[in-house]
């Protein structure tokens, strides 16, 4: 599967971006769709993950509502909605895939087969 990244721009602070991520080459059925975030001189860190069969939506414990994870079959995509932007939500935002991914392997990014090519969002202040 090839998974293309888009949403990223530019935002103000306090304001709301929706990130997209779409699958080409295969569906996301059986596939575990993770979000991660990479922010300068920082680790990569997760942020959202939905389990593409059953919908089961796993978010880092940052999030506190601030981000929606969600997806939609018919287009075979995944999404981020991010609102009440800070700064420090700036970063580089991939999308992964990996199938069979239990409960416990979720947020580790090392994990996840495919990813995104990854899409910037600033937030500024």
């Known amino acids: 599967v090839q998974l293309q990244a888009s949403g990223g721009g530019l935002a103000q602070a306090g304001g709301s971006l929706r990130l997209s991520c779409a699958a080409s080459?295969?569906?996301?059925?059986?596939?575990?769709v993770g979000w991660f975030r990479q922010a300068p001189g920082k680790e990569r860190e997760f942020v959202a993950a939905?389990?593409?069969?059953?919908?089961?939506?796993y978010y880092a414990s940052f999030v506190e509502g601030q981000f929606t994870v969600s997806k939609d079959n018919a287009k075979n995509t995944v999404y981020l909605q991010m609102s009440s932007l800070k700064s420090e939500d700036t970063a580089v935002y991939y999308c992964?895939?990996?199938?069979?991914?239990?409960?416990?392997?979720?947020?580790?990014?090392?994990?996840?087969?495919?990813w995104g090519q990854g899409t910037q969002v600033t937030v500024s202040s």
């Open positions: 080459g295969e569906t996301f059925r059986g596939y575990t």
């Open positions: 939905i389990r593409w069969n059953g919908g089961f939506i």
């Open positions: 992964a895939g990996s199938r069979s991914l239990i409960t416990s392997t979720i947020r580790d990014h090392r994990h996840y087969h495919y």
